[in-house]
């Protein structure tokens, strides 16, 4: 397999806290004062041409944060955050949104092709036209607060596809937005989620109307470049009857030594017998080996099976983060709709995750099927949290959860957090965990064969992950197998 | 060549290898017999480099290098394998994916280019099908679920592939039937050469009997207590390691 090969080089070529796009990049922002209070989020909306509905419901939002307080159940521990010690919007400066990617400050153009990811659309169908078979993804760029680059638009708007920043769509497709947002993730549901409603400044949003299969990946990369700003994003992503589309986020940071926010929120929809498919591979700045710096993940993503056979799954392969508090849920309401979540939870040095999933059968045979690979390193704890419910309506619901950890090292934790209710008796839940250890003999093994420690620790791990690695598309499960290994660095020896 | 000279070894303060000394020429096959727990996997583990393991005194050398200071990775780069006596699992690995990766592993070692996928399976395909191993076998993840005669015929076929230097197989006979040691055994005999040495490290002579060894030694409390022609072994077939036992004491 190359790309255990192109893993077992990668880890050659690194130092133990080369976290590799920890680069800044100089670009000149435009900020709101640091604090966050009404003008703030009135400036947002400003910046943002909002009307007026979606500038009372960002108030409404930041209403009721005011009385919330932060939750505090994870298995994570953390200085108090100072939300007044924040920006909340900040934005590379040009003086309107970019209308062409020539528009766009070069600087940011360089920023991402150092990230690998392709904006320029020509550059792109070049490619193409070489390699017929090369998929190609579409992607979305966004830039600590706003939505840079959206390639292949006019191809999509060929098929009907709507792919666009969210804050474009509020104006090009109004009554989509104010039908589906917080349709999913209302505007309370919990405190962090509340405060990206409040002041999210963009993200991406995906449109696919009845029937029709999205002629391509669809991709966003979130870059957060700018000090002491936090990101929050929001995506909202309807897939109408009978349609399907897959998409695929990407995140990386600036090395800092402070803590940056993250807060998002996702919302799928998924109609009748439609499907989405939503892959992550979070690479958030983790901090030092020390556990000096990094991000602050608190993310909200969920997934409403609105639809009779619809289908929603979630991949996601976790391995930045100083903190990580994550669970995508599917709702799922549809009779007949189908919730998968697969991951892959690393963490090492000193980094907090907490993540997991919940699947909420509401419709009758509804089924759900949930793989969890948590791997702990160095000094960090590895938390997975899952609850599956059935609800008394939810005739014949099926759930199977199969949740591995594994463990590198002696200072490291592993836990597994189930919560499991079946409020009508024909439901069946299948619940199945282990907890394993690399042994120094598996290690010894592999090396009397030639392999490094780092080499043998690589493979076993991603033996380890290989079910879920599957679920990935390929690109992306090449680039995760890759950073599986770097994420691991030092963790043996 | 393997020179073992005099070598101590000690495991959790324990003294093992006591004074060890043992010259594997080029070409030669050397067989180790001795009863349980004298030493002899440790005396294997310790020539692959297994961590743990305090050598006090002595020293080893493969080809006039000494191992003392290089990894278990170097060591195999430089040519030594081992067959082991509880070959381990590595679930979800598959063993071709293991297989390719240890050989490119150690050809990089050694500054030579990767093999190429085609030319891999070829040669995969080739060697398994020598020691009778089925093709979905090597899809399987690396021994993993593999009855103990799989395991073995599994380390038979990896060190046909990663063609060592010199060879220690520890009891690569136990758990294996009447016909898969004959194939296995002769899956050795065909490792045999001018280059390569191979120690033996066995109970019974019937696996001798396949692979004829040029030296006999007898192992005992962590040292080699007598060295002699394939007769030796036969000898321990009928009187067993009672007379060590009281020279030893
Ligand atoms: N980690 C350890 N801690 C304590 N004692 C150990 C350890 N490893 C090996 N030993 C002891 O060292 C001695 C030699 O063991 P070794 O496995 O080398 O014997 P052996 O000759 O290979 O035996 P067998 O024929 O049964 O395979 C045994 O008494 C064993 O219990
Ligand atoms: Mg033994």
């Not at chain 1, 400036?43 to 409404?60: C, G, H, M, Q, V």
């Not at chain 1, 920006?87 to 400066?93: E, I, N, V, W």
């Not at chain 1, 993730?185 to 109307?209: C, E, I, K, M, R």
């Not at chain 2, 303060?13 to 996997?41: C, R």
Request: aromatic share 8%; with cysteine; proline share 4%.
């Amino acid at each position: 397999m190359a790309a255990v090969q192109e893993t077992v080089d990668k880890v050659k070529t690194l130092d133990v806290d080369a976290y590799k796009y920890g680069f800044t990049t100089d670009i000149e922002s435009d900020k709101a004062p640091k604090g966050l209070n009404e003008d703030i989020v009135r400036f947002i909306s400003a910046k943002k041409n909002e009307p007026e509905w979606l500038t009372d419901w960002r108030l409404d939002a930041f209403r009721r944060w005011q009385t919330m307080a932060e939750p505090k159940w994870a298995r994570v521990h953390y200085p108090p955050i100072d939300y007044q010690d924040l920006y909340y919007y900040s934005a590379p400066k040009t003086a309107e949104g970019p209308k062409s990617l020539d528009e766009v400050d070069p600087e940011l153009l360089r920023t991402y092709e150092k990230l690998g990811i392709p904006l320029r659309e020509q550059e792109i169908l070049a490619g193409v036209q070489a390699d017929p078979n090369a998929r190609r993804v579409a992607v979305d760029a966004v830039f600590d607060s706003v939505s840079v680059a959206t390639t292949f638009k006019a191809e999509l708007a060929k098929a009907g596809v709507i792919f666009c920043p969210i804050s474009e769509a509020v104006r090009t497709h109004p009554e989509l937005v104010k039908k589906y947002l917080g349709s999913v993730v209302p505007v309370t549901d919990n405190y962090f989620a509340t405060l990206n409603s409040a002041v999210y400044s963009d993200g991406s949003f995906v449109y696919v109307p009845p029937g029709v299969r999205c002629p391509m990946e669809l991709s966003t990369y979130f870059r957060i470049n700018e000090r002491n700003t936090g990101q929050f994003e929001r995506t909202l992503i309807i897939a109408d009857k009978g349609s399907y589309v897959s998409y695929l986020e990407g995140c990386t940071a600036p090395q800092r030594d402070e803590n940056q926010l993250h807060a998002a929120v996702v919302e799928l929809i998924a109609l009748d017998d439609a499907e989405i498919k939503y892959s992550t591979v979070q690479n958030w700045y983790p901090g030092d080996s020390q556990g000096k710096g990094g991000i602050y993940n608190f993310v909200t993503k969920r997934g409403d099976c609105r639809g009779d056979r619809s289908k929603i799954s979630w991949t996601q392969v976790e391995t930045g983060s100083a903190i990580t508090w994550k669970y995508p849920s599917c709702i799922l309401r549809g009779d007949s709709s189908r919730g998968e979540f697969y991951s892959i939870a690393i963490s090492n040095g000193y980094q907090q995750v907490d993540s997991g999933t919940k699947m909420l059968h509401l419709g009758a045979n509804t089924s759900s099927r949930v793989i969890s690979k948590g791997i702990s390193a160095g000094h960090s704890q590895n938390t997975y949290r899952g609850q599956i419910s059935a609800h008394r309506k939810a005739r014949n619901a099926r759930n199977f959860t199969n949740c591995d950890s594994l463990l590198i090292g002696n200072s490291c934790g592993a836990h597994t957090v189930p919560y499991i209710e079946a409020k009508n008796s024909s439901a069946v839940f299948e619940h199945e965990a282990t907890t394993s250890k690399i042994s120094d003999d598996q290690l010894f093994y592999c090396m009397q064969r030639g392999l490094s420690a780092e080499e043998a620790t690589a493979l076993i791990v991603n033996g380890f992950v290989r079910d879920v690695l599957q679920q990935l598309p390929m690109e992306f499960a090449v680039e995760a197998q890759k950073l599986i290994a770097i994420s691991l660095e030092g963790s043996v020896g | 060549m393997l020179e073992i000279e005099n070598l101590h070894v000690s495991v959790a303060g324990k003294k093992i290898l006591d004074g060890l000394s043992l010259k594997v020429a080029d070409g030669e096959v050397a067989a180790i017999m001795g009863p349980n727990g004298s030493g002899k996997s440790t005396l294997s583990y310790v020539v692959a480099g297994r961590p743990d393991y305090e050598v006090s005194e002595g020293s080893i050398k493969l080809d006039g290098v000494d191992l003392a200071e290089k990894s278990p990775a170097e060591r195999a780069a430089l040519g030594l394998f081992l067959v082991f006596q509880y070959p381990l699992e590595i679930p979800g690995v598959t063993t071709m994916t293991f297989l390719k990766a240890a050989i490119n592993a150690q050809r990089k070692a050694r500054g030579e280019d990767e093999l190429a996928t085609p030319d891999f399976m070829k040669k995969v395909r080739e060697a398994a099908k020598r020691l009778n191993i089925p093709q979905d076998m090597l899809k399987r993840p690396v021994n993993f679920g593999f009855s103990g005669g799989e395991k073995k015929r599994m380390e038979i076929l990896q060190m046909a592939l990663l063609e060592p230097k010199f060879g220690i197989l520890d009891e690569m006979d136990s758990g294996l039937d009447i016909d898969a040691l004959r194939v296995c055994a002769e899956g050795v005999n065909a490792l045999r050469s001018k280059e390569r040495g191979l120690l033996v490290i066995t109970h019974y002579q019937r696996l001798l009997d396949y692979i004829t060894p040029d030296t006999v030694h007898v192992m005992h409390k962590g040292r080699i207590v007598k060295s002699g022609g394939p007769e030796l072994a036969l000898e321990l077939e009928k009187s067993g390691y009672a007379d060590y036992a009281e020279e030893a004491a």
